[in-house]
């Protein structure tokens, strides 16, 4: 069976081939002796998405130093994947095809790791959540623009990690470097696409944009015919603002990381547009105290961004929502405090319970810069985290009661 995978690969270079191979083989793994698996983040948001796929596509190029099978995996829950609206949109635009795709629910990673079959390449970023730490001593690469935050893998583990404004231009820098002739138009659009839209459309004013970014767009526009930029980015900015149709619960879990620790649980949604376009929806802070207290999370930290096209003006916002006062006012302190860079927070009253919102001037800060103050708040929090859990338990038992 492996090497009837080698034989696939060698008749098939295409991305789209890649896909049909890894889709044929996921449910044969037993005959394998090695599985590489590529794995982005939990929020499977474009960037995630692409560099999953496309790495993956790059390591098959290497299938003679790699003896394994490659398979990109999409962190997110299959039905959930719709909830990505330009994820969806532009891997359809670029031609491929969605039910080629990978999802978490869909391979049993920990029975791989279980079996020392698993082989772990993280992109989009570099610590595993809370509930796939069973897979860290698979971990041999690492491809990432966020903030270091894993610990020190040794000589196992090959990282690449450089705050750039998306991991696709890390990606790309690797594939020009290796193997540019294997850049054909598909992977050079994928690739090209997001960068624009994690740097939106490389304004500066966005304050995400780096000169390696800059470099690796002109670059893959030499594989490209007849694009503009700006139509490119105003496409994938449109489908992603396309939440009409979504409940509260599905805004909230669209681009959605959770951070957990010391019995703690915070979301990170994100969303495109204005917290008053939120609290706009009908029964917001009913909807907010059910979702928390579904997912047991002891508090959201909900930041937005909203781009100005026709100004090219950037603007977000940020807000923390818990119904335990001490948990906001912990975690909203952690966030004013922040030093290096600092957030810049101006309050914004919108009225909503257990709410606390803020305009932020500094719109630099994206959640890759947020998500590890909130991880150390969790960390280096004093507060008694059992009461809290007694808590929640007592306002789900009631919920549940109210059903």
């Known amino acids: 069976m492996y090497n009837a995978f080698l034989s696939f690969l060698i008749l098939f270079v295409s991305l789209p081939d890649l896909l049909f191979a890894a889709i044929l083989f996921s449910g044969c793994l037993n005959y394998f002796p090695e599985i590489h698996v590529v794995l982005g983040n939990e929020s499977c948001d474009l960037d995630s998405a692409v560099t999953s796929i496309v790495t993956a596509f790059l390591l098959c ?42 999802f978490k629910d869909e391979i049993d990673l920990e029975k791989l790791a279980k079996e020392k079959k698993l082989y772990l390449t993280l992109v989009d970023h570099n610590i595993l959540s809370a509930d796939q730490q069973c897979l860290e001593e698979a971990v041999v690469r690492v491809i990432d623009h966020h903030k270091l935050e894993c610990r020190d893998r040794g000589v196992r583990c090959d990282m690449t990690v450089e705050m750039v404004g998306s991991c696709c231009t890390l990606v790309a820098e690797k594939m020009f470097t290796m193997c540019p002739s294997v850049i054909d138009q598909q992977v050079a659009m994928l690739l090209y696409g997001t960068i624009l839209l994690d740097t939106v459309c490389l304004l500066k004013e966005a304050k995400r944009v780096t000169q390696k970014d800059i470099d690796i767009v002109t670059k893959l526009e030499t594989k490209l015919e007849k694009v503009e930029r700006i139509e490119v980015f105003e496409a994938l900015q449109k489908a992603k603002l396309d939440i009409s149709g979504l409940t509260i619960e599905e805004m909230l879990r669209k681009d959605l990381k959770v951070v957990e620790g010391n019995k703690f649980r915070i979301a990170m949604p994100s969303i495109s547009g204005f917290l008053e376009d939120l609290k706009a929806k009908p029964k917001l802070s009913i909807a907010l105290e059910e979702y928390i207290t579904k997912n047991n999370y002891h508090g959201l930290v909900i930041m937005t961004i909203h781009h100005n096209t026709e100004t090219q003006k950037v603007q977000r916002q940020i807000a923390v929502y818990s119904p335990n006062p001490v948990i906001k006012e912990q975690l909203v302190n952690t966030l004013k405090g922040a030093q290096e860079p600092g957030l810049e927070l101006e309050p914004l009253n919108l009225g909503i319970s257990y709410l606390m919102s803020f305009n932020q001037r500094n719109i630099a800060a994206s959640r890759k810069v947020v998500l590890p103050l909130v991880r150390s708040f969790i960390q280096e929090s004093h507060y008694v985290s059992e009461t809290v859990t007694n808590i929640f338990a007592q306002k789900r038992a009631i919920t549940l009661h109210h059903c």
């Open 61 to 102: 190029q290497r299938k003679s130093e790699l003896e394994c099978v490659v398979l990109p995996v999409l962190n997110v829950v299959r039905k959930d994947f719709r909830l990505r609206t330009e994820v969806t949109f532009f891997l359809q635009k670029t031609n491929i095809p969605l039910d080629l795709l990978i």
